[in-house]
C-alpha cells in the first residue's frame, strides 16, 4: 500500500487546525458564565469520571433497553481510540510511527481488539439505526439527519477499517493475520484470488476513505448535536460533588444582576451542560410536566440555552448586545425558552437524577424564575397573593400568625424552651393552617408523647422556611426570611429540628447551611423510625388498612435519600410491605404541588396529581401512604376528581402509627 505522505500532511494539518479552531470557539463561549470552583477534590472526581463514564454506570444500571448498546458502543470507540490515533499519526511518518513496530505478543493482541471492537461497534451501529427507524423515541430528532450522519461516518470508518486489512490479509502483507478473526473472514470470503495490484489498489483506497471521514468526522463534532462527545467526559468530572438539593445563593448589593435573564448570568458549569447533553431525551421522559403535555421539556430548555449561547455569544465577546432572547421564545422556537415552560417546572428533581452526564435543570429553571420575579414583576397571578401573604404575615394564605398554635390547644402544647427542650417540632405552614394537615399534626404531636420525646414549638413565633419563594425565584423574600428564622433559632437555642413537611426539611437542611448555620434536622418519617426500631413506641398490635400503596414525596427522597424508614414503619403496623407503583424510589413521579405549583393554577395539559392518583389508583389500594402535606392535599384533590373518596383513604405516616398506639 502506496500512501502520498505529502498530500496527507497537509490535509492532517488543515484538518486538525480548523478542528483546533472550532473546538476554540465553541468552548470559549463557556468562559461568559460566572465563576465557579469545579476544581476541588480531584481524586475522587477521577474516580467517579472512571465508575460513570468509563464504565458506563448510567448507560447499563438503569432499565433503558438501548442502555447497553450505547455502552457497547461507547467501549468500542475508547479501543478504538488507540487505532484511530495510531492511524492517523502513521500517515505522517509510515517508516517510523506504527503499532506493527512492536513486540508480536502485544501487537497481535492489539490488532485481535481493534479487529473485534470493529466489528461489534458496526453492529451496534446497525441496532441505533433500527431503533431510530422502527422503535423511535419520543422526540422527533431521533430520526434528524445529523444523527443518521454520525452513525453513517461511524459505519463508514468501520467499513474503511474491514477494507483496509482484508486488501493487506489478502496481499499477504498483514503479519497479525490469524489474530484478525473479522478481516480474515471477510479476505478469505470476498477477495480471494484477487490480484496482489488490485489489492494493494483496494487497501490504499480503503485507507484513504478511511483517513478523509476520520478527519470530516473529527471537523463535523463541533457543530453537531453529537458535540457531547468532546463535552460529557469533562462533564462529568466537573458534576457536583454533592446531591443537587438546592440553588446557588444571592447576594443583595447594589449593582448586582438577579436572576438569569441572559445566557451570560447563568455560571460556567451550566453552559458547559449544554454542550454535554446527549439529548437521550432520558429526562423527558421522566419530567411530569412533560408527561402530561405542559410546554416544559427538560431536554429543549439545555437545547435552547446551547442554542442561545452559541447565537448571542460571539456578540457579548464582542460587546454587543444579544439579539435572541432567553427567555420568552423565539421566531423559530429555537434558542429562547418560554414563560410556561419556566412556570411549569415542580423541581421534582427526576430529571437530574436519570442524567447520566450530570445535568443540572432545576437550579437553571429557577433562575430564570428569579429573573421574571426580581428583574421584570413577570409571573402569573395567583403568586401575587401569595408573596404578599408571605411579606405581610408569613404564610401563604395570609392568615394571622396568632393562629399559629391553635392546632395545639386539643393538647396542650408546651413551647420550645431554651436549655431545656431537646428537640424543636417545627409544625410548618400547613401543619399549622390546614384542616387536614392539623390532623397529621395532632397525630406526631401524640407520637413523640408516646415515645418521651423533649419536645416544643414556636407558636405564634414561628414562621414560614421559605421554601416555596425560593423555588419561585422570589430569592429576596426568601432571604429576609431565611435571615429572621436562623436569629431565631440562635436565639432560642434550637439546634435540633423535628418537621412534618419534606419541604421544610430540605430546606431548613440543605439550603440554610448556604447561611452558615448546621442544624440537626429530621423528617417526621425517620423519627418515627427511630423510635419504633428503639423500642420506645407500644403498638397495639398489627392493624389492617387494606392494601397500602406508599408514595415518595420528591423532597423526601430523591432530594435527600429517605426511601426505607416509611417503608419499615408501614412494615411495623401492618405486618407487610407496601405496594408499589410502577414508578417508585427514586424514579418516583411527582404529585404536581413542589417548585410552588401547589400555589399556583394549572390549566395547561392533564393535571399532574390525577396521573399520580390514577397510577395509584392500578393497585387497588385501600389506604395511599404518603410523608407530605403536598402530597396529602394533591391525593385527596385526585380522588375527588376521579370519584373514588369513598374508597380509598389518603393517610400520613404519622397517622397510621398513632392509630396503632397502646
Same mark, same amino acid.
Given at each position: 500500500?502506496?500512501?502520498?505522505?505529502?498530500?496527507?500532511?497537509?490535509?492532517?494539518?488543515?484538518?486538525?487546525?480548523?478542528?483546533?479552531?472550532?473546538?476554540?470557539?465553541?468552548?470559549?463561549?463557556?468562559?461568559?458564565?460566572?465563576?465557579?470552583?469545579?476544581?476541588?477534590?480531584? /481524586?475522587?472526581?477521577?474516580?467517579?469520571?472512571?465508575?460513570?463514564? #468509563?464504565?458506563?454506570?448510567?448507560?447499563?444500571?438503569?432499565?433503558?433497553? #438501548?442502555?447497553?448498546?450505547?455502552?457497547?458502543?461507547?467501549?468500542?470507540?475508547?479501543?478504538?481510540?488507540?487505532?484511530?490515533?495510531? #492511524?492517523?499519526?502513521?500517515?505522517?511518518? +509510515?517508516?517510523?510511527?506504527?503499532?506493527?513496530?512492536?513486540?508480536?505478543?502485544?501487537?497481535?493482541?492489539?490488532?485481535?481488539?481493534?479487529?473485534?471492537?470493529?466489528?461489534?461497534?458496526?453492529?451496534?451501529?446497525?441496532?441505533?439505526?433500527?431503533?431510530?427507524?422502527? =422503535?423511535?423515541?419520543?422526540?422527533?430528532?431521533?430520526?434528524?439527519?445529523?444523527?443518521?450522519?454520525?452513525?453513517?461516518?461511524?459505519?463508514?470508518?468501520?467499513?474503511?477499517?474491514?477494507?483496509?486489512?482484508?486488501?493487506?490479509?489478502?496481499?499477504?502483507?498483514?503479519?497479525?493475520?490469524?489474530?484478525?478473526?473479522?478481516?480474515?473472514?471477510?479476505?478469505?470470503? =470476498?477477495?480471494?484470488?484477487?490480484?496482489?495490484?488490485?489489492?494493494?489498489?483496494?487497501?490504499?483506497?480503503?485507507?484513504?476513505?478511511?483517513?478523509?471521514?476520520?478527519?470530516?468526522?473529527?471537523?463535523?463534532?463541533?457543530?453537531?448535536?453529537?458535540?457531547?462527545?468532546?463535552?460529557?467526559?469533562?462533564?462529568?468530572?466537573?458534576?457536583?460533588?454533592?446531591?443537587? @438539593?438546592?440553588?446557588?445563593?444571592?447576594?443583595?448589593?447594589?449593582?448586582?444582576?438577579?436572576?438569569?435573564?441572559?445566557?451570560?448570568?447563568?455560571?460556567?458549569?451550566?453552559?458547559?451542560?449544554?454542550?454535554?447533553?446527549?439529548?437521550? /431525551?432520558?429526562?423527558?421522559?421522566?419530567?411530569?410536566?412533560? *408527561?402530561?403535555?405542559?410546554?416544559?421539556?427538560?431536554?429543549?430548555?439545555?437545547?435552547?440555552?446551547?442554542?442561545?449561547?452559541?447565537?448571542?455569544?460571539?456578540?457579548?465577546?464582542?460587546?454587543?448586545?444579544?439579539?435572541?432572547?432567553?427567555?420568552?421564545?423565539?421566531?423559530?422556537?429555537?434558542?429562547?425558552?418560554?414563560?410556561?415552560?419556566?412556570?411549569?417546572?415542580?423541581?421534582?428533581?427526576?430529571?437530574?437524577?436519570?442524567?447520566?452526564?450530570?445535568?443540572?435543570?432545576?437550579?437553571?429553571?429557577?433562575?430564570?424564575?428569579?429573573?421574571?420575579?426580581?428583574?421584570?414583576? @413577570?409571573?402569573?397571578?395567583?403568586?401575587?397573593?401569595?408573596?404578599?401573604?408571605?411579606?405581610?404575615?408569613?404564610?401563604?394564605?395570609?392568615?394571622?400568625?396568632?393562629?399559629?398554635?391553635?392546632?395545639?390547644?386539643?393538647?396542650?402544647?408546651?413551647?420550645?424552651?431554651?436549655?431545656?427542650?431537646?428537640?424543636?417540632?417545627?409544625?410548618?405552614?400547613?401543619?399549622?393552617?390546614?384542616?387536614?394537615?392539623?390532623?397529621?399534626?395532632?397525630?406526631?404531636?401524640?407520637?413523640?408523647?408516646?415515645?418521651?420525646?423533649?419536645?416544643?414549638?414556636?407558636?405564634?413565633?414561628?414562621?414560614?422556611?421559605?421554601?416555596?419563594?425560593?423555588?419561585?425565584?422570589?430569592?429576596?423574600?426568601?432571604?429576609?426570611?431565611?435571615?429572621?428564622?436562623?436569629?431565631?433559632?440562635?436565639?432560642?437555642?434550637?439546634?435540633?429540628?423535628?418537621?412534618?413537611?419534606?419541604?421544610?426539611?430540605?430546606?431548613?437542611?440543605?439550603?440554610?447551611?448556604?447561611? /452558615?448555620?448546621?442544624?440537626?434536622?429530621?423528617?417526621?418519617?425517620?423519627?418515627? *423510625?427511630?423510635?419504633?426500631?428503639?423500642?420506645?413506641?407500644?403498638?397495639?398490635?398489627?392493624?389492617?388498612?387494606?392494601?397500602?400503596?406508599?408514595?415518595?414525596?420528591?423532597?423526601?427522597?430523591?432530594?435527600?435519600?429517605?426511601?426505607?424508614?416509611?417503608?419499615?414503619?408501614?412494615?411495623?403496623?401492618?405486618?407487610?410491605? +407496601?405496594?408499589?407503583?410502577?414508578?417508585?424510589?427514586?424514579?418516583?413521579?411527582?404529585?404536581?404541588? /413542589?417548585?410552588?405549583?401547589?400555589?399556583?393554577?394549572?390549566?395547561?395539559?392533564?393535571?399532574?396529581?390525577?396521573?399520580?392518583?390514577?397510577?395509584?389508583?392500578?393497585?387497588?389500594?385501600?389506604?395511599?401512604?404518603?410523608?407530605?402535606?403536598?402530597?396529602? @392535599?394533591? =391525593?385527596?384533590?385526585?380522588?375527588?376528581?376521579?370519584?373514588?373518596?369513598?374508597?380509598?383513604?389518603?393517610?400520613?405516616?404519622?397517622?397510621?402509627?398513632?392509630?396503632?398506639?397502646?
Amino acid at each position: 500500500m502506496s500512501i502520498n505522505t505529502t498530500t496527507y500532511i497537509g490535509i492532517f494539518v488543515i484538518a486538525v487546525v480548523m478542528f483546533g479552531w472550532s473546538c476554540f470557539r465553541r468552548f470559549r463561549l463557556v468562559t461568559l458564565g460566572k465563576a465557579e470552583n469545579r476544581f476541588h477534590q480531584v /481524586g475522587r472526581r477521577l474516580r467517579d469520571t472512571i465508575s460513570y463514564c #468509563f464504565f458506563q454506570r448510567c448507560s447499563i444500571s438503569r432499565s433503558y433497553p #438501548f442502555g447497553l448498546n450505547h455502552a457497547v458502543l461507547f467501549w468500542c470507540f475508547m479501543v478504538l481510540l488507540i487505532a484511530n490515533t495510531e #492511524f492517523l499519526l502513521h500517515g505522517l511518518a +509510515p517508516d517510523y510511527i506504527s503499532l506493527s513496530k512492536l513486540p508480536e505478543g502485544a501487537y497481535f493482541t492489539l490488532a485481535c481488539f481493534f479487529d473485534i471492537a470493529s466489528m461489534l461497534a458496526l453492529i451496534a451501529v446497525i441496532l441505533a439505526v433500527i431503533r431510530r427507524l422502527a =422503535f423511535p423515541p419520543e422526540y422527533i430528532e431521533a430520526r434528524s439527519g445529523d444523527a443518521f450522519a454520525i452513525l453513517g461516518l461511524v459505519a463508514l470508518l468501520m467499513i474503511a477499517f474491514f477494507g483496509t486489512h482484508a486488501s493487506e490479509i489478502g496481499g499477504g502483507t498483514e503479519r497479525a493475520a490469524q489474530y484478525m478473526p473479522v478481516s480474515g473472514f471477510l479476505a478469505a470470503t =470476498f477477495i480471494s484470488g484477487t490480484s496482489a495490484t488490485t489489492l494493494e489498489t483496494s487497501a490504499t483506497i480503503f485507507w484513504w476513505i478511511h483517513a478523509l471521514t476520520l478527519l470530516g468526522f473529527l471537523n463535523y463534532l463541533p457543530y453537531s448535536k453529537h458535540m457531547h462527545i468532546l463535552a460529557s467526559i469533562p462533564n462529568v468530572f466537573f458534576r457536583s460533588m454533592e446531591k443537587v @438539593t438546592t440553588q446557588p445563593r444571592e447576594e443583595f448589593k447594589k449593582g448586582n444582576i438577579f436572576g438569569i435573564g441572559r445566557v451570560a448570568q447563568f455560571r460556567w458549569k451550566d453552559l458547559f451542560d449544554s454542550y454535554a447533553c446527549t439529548e437521550c /431525551g432520558r429526562c423527558s421522559d421522566v419530567c411530569p410536566a412533560t *408527561s402530561t403535555g405542559k410546554p416544559l421539556n427538560p431536554r429543549l430548555v439545555i437545547h435552547d440555552i446551547k442554542v442561545n449561547l452559541l447565537e448571542n455569544g460571539p456578540r457579548l465577546i464582542n460587546n454587543e448586545q444579544p439579539e435572541l432572547p432567553l427567555i420568552g421564545g423565539s421566531e423559530n422556537g429555537q434558542g429562547s425558552v418560554s414563560e410556561d415552560a419556566v412556570w411549569a417546572c415542580t423541581t421534582c428533581g427526576g430529571c437530574m437524577e436519570v442524567c447520566p452526564v450530570f445535568i443540572e435543570h432545576v437550579p437553571k429553571l429557577v433562575g430564570m424564575r428569579r429573573d421574571l420575579v426580581e428583574t421584570k414583576a @413577570t409571573f402569573p397571578h395567583e403568586l401575587l397573593a401569595l408573596f404578599e401573604n408571605m411579606e405581610q404575615r408569613s404564610n401563604p394564605w395570609g392568615i394571622a400568625p396568632s393562629d399559629r398554635a391553635k392546632w395545639a390547644s386539643e393538647i396542650n402544647a408546651r413551647p420550645f424552651e431554651t436549655d431545656k427542650t431537646e428537640y424543636l417540632f417545627y409544625v410548618g405552614c400547613a401543619g399549622a393552617f390546614d384542616a387536614r394537615e392539623r390532623q397529621v399534626t395532632l397525630a406526631i404531636a401524640k407520637i413523640l408523647e408516646a415515645g418521651g420525646v423533649s419536645w416544643g414549638i414556636l407558636g405564634r413565633d414561628e414562621k414560614c422556611c421559605g421554601d416555596s419563594l425560593r423555588r419561585l425565584g422570589n430569592e429576596f423574600v426568601f432571604d429576609r426570611m431565611v435571615r429572621e428564622n436562623i436569629k431565631m433559632f440562635k436565639d432560642r437555642g434550637v439546634k435540633k429540628i423535628i418537621t412534618q413537611c419534606p419541604h421544610c426539611f430540605s430546606t431548613l437542611k440543605n439550603d440554610y447551611r448556604q447561611y /452558615g448555620v448546621e442544624l440537626e434536622v429530621v423528617h417526621h418519617a425517620q423519627f418515627i *423510625s427511630e423510635l419504633i426500631k428503639d423500642g420506645k413506641l407500644k403498638l397495639n398490635g398489627r392493624k389492617d388498612l387494606g392494601n397500602v400503596v406508599f408514595h415518595d414525596s420528591c423532597y423526601l427522597g430523591r432530594y435527600n435519600g429517605i426511601y426505607e424508614a416509611p417503608r419499615e414503619v408501614v412494615v411495623s403496623i401492618t405486618g407487610q410491605a +407496601p405496594a408499589e407503583m410502577k414508578r417508585h424510589h427514586d424514579r418516583s413521579f411527582c404529585c404536581g404541588a /413542589g417548585g410552588g405549583r401547589m400555589w399556583m393554577e394549572e390549566a395547561i395539559g392533564k393535571r399532574i396529581h390525577l396521573e399520580r392518583t390514577e397510577e395509584a389508583l392500578k393497585e387497588n389500594p385501600k389506604t395511599i401512604c404518603v410523608c407530605c402535606p403536598y402530597c396529602m @392535599t394533591m =391525593f385527596e384533590d385526585g380522588l375527588k376528581d376521579i370519584g373514588s373518596e369513598d374508597k380509598v383513604q389518603v393517610l400520613d405516616l404519622s397517622e397510621i402509627v398513632a392509630g396503632a398506639l397502646k
